[in-house]
């Protein structure tokens, strides 16, 4: 009796395996997990020219609409004006704190009855925890509380890194400075 | 005989087994399938300000060449236009179709002997079928009948998903208005 | 004595592959490989509009910051300038040699006190080897020797790929023409 349960066992076996076999040669579009893999909190602080502040600025208004200029935010909720930046980024919500890195790349005020942006930067770090490049691009409905926009890629210590981040404004002083908190959450980290 | 059969029926599990799991330690560039886990059908609608109609328009252009000005897309296939646009989005070819979100970002014509163009933008959605950002970049040769362009990224229903999207100009009147059809694949779905 | 061994094995059987088909199931941020699945090496080649060069340009200042204009590169290490570029890809570092696509896109200047960029471009290649498009994003420190950005997505032959892209400055011509070259890494090819 014990001898002929031996085959049996084995014929078990033999089916779990396959199926696991199965499974693993037939690639599904796996779940993948939900907790990130790595995590960052930062600010950057945007000083926008506005004619008078050469010295200080961190960004310029470069595109506006045919009834904007380049020194003043444009009328219709910035409709159309077109913002490069190369802003500090700090680990804490104080502009006068050492930059662990710069924000650099643009946004585009792209709505006339409300204020939302287009994001298209790169965090580019460098200090003794982080050195290489984070890319992002995305929608930004300021009104919001919280927006969520894509990390698209990574160089350096974030080699292929992709994520979402949800981006805060922290504060504003006018139309001329504004700083944002940015909570980046990498889920794929190679 | 039979007693001497069981060792061998193992040991060619062994192997087999063995080669499955260094298959599934060691990492390889595996073939991923090319069925989307997801489509979507979308339709948005264009229309370029130009001096005259204000209170109807979805866009602006907010960059020109030295030749170009802001009320008329300049000459050589507009080249040098860079157009920012808040446009809605419907899930059929009709403008005056209840929006279920807004395609918001910008777009840059960007050779002189025909028409093409740069794009990057985000579907922002807000319906009962869906809610969340799809990102896009890529180039769009406007005289082909189909161009396919990169969904990088995306929030919300559409967390960490890529793909790619067929954009069709589905009708344009004159240089004031088009109508883009984009089929969206997403083969990454988490 | 021999009987009594077979069950013994078949249970280290099930203790491994039972740690096989869990580690499996649960998905773990998986060690990917470091070696590129696929890689390219090109060049492109910039001529920037003056005002004197329309036969000869590929691309045109179309955004400036307020002290600027449309034919010559901003002061301030040309703090605010939106190139849209539509250039010939080379397969060596010749302008002359046969172009196997365009780099269509834009870059801007985006610093005060050196050279760096922000760069939003596409391949567009179609040549007897590759049919397709490769969608760029990243910061372009310029004063560095090689520079890393990301490739967000592909189509075509570069369906879903997705990689980083050393950039290096093969040669340049007061500010007018530059030839950068390209070496792009693909880690995840489809």
Redesign the interface.
Known sequence: M??SR?PN??TL?CI??FL??V??TH????????NP?KTLVLYFHDVI?N?QNAGN?TS???????WG???ILASQFH????V???DPITLDNNFHSKPVG?A???Y?????NTY?A?L???F?LNSTDSQG?I?F???D?LMNKTR?????????DF??H???ATVMTDAFEGEVYFRLRVDIKF????
Chains 1, 2, 3 share one sequence.
Do not use: H
Not at 27 to 34: E, Q
Not at 79 to 82: I, P
Not at 148 to 156: A, E, K, P
């Open positions: 014990t001898r031996t066992i084995l076996f779990f395996f696991i076999s499974s693993s690639p599904m579009p796996r779940k993948k997990p939900y893999c020219y004619g600025a310029a208004i470069v595109g506006a609409p045919q200029n380049y020194t409709f159309g004006n077109v490069v930046f190369d710069r650099q790349g643009m585009m005020y792209d709505t006339k939302t287009w298209g930067f790169s580019v490049s890319n691009i995305g929608a409905p969520d926009i894509s990390v698209v890629g990574g160089t350096g080699f292929m992709r994520g979402v889920y794929e980290c190679w």
